[in-house]
């Protein structure tokens, strides 16, 4: 059960680079949302923020 769940959360995180990414990480209302949020989705996110903080 836990493969399943590390496949689906891997699969899940590489669609968002490969169809979010491009369009909204450099996005000026997300850049603008981004800086104000007090906080990062993951600590990954947060050591990242321009490449990982969509997926
Ligand atoms: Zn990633």
Redesign the pocket.
Known sequence: MMVLRLLAETLI?ETV?AMIDKDHSHNAQWNQAQQQDIAFISTYAESHPF??DL?
């Open positions: 995180h680079h490449r990982e997926a």
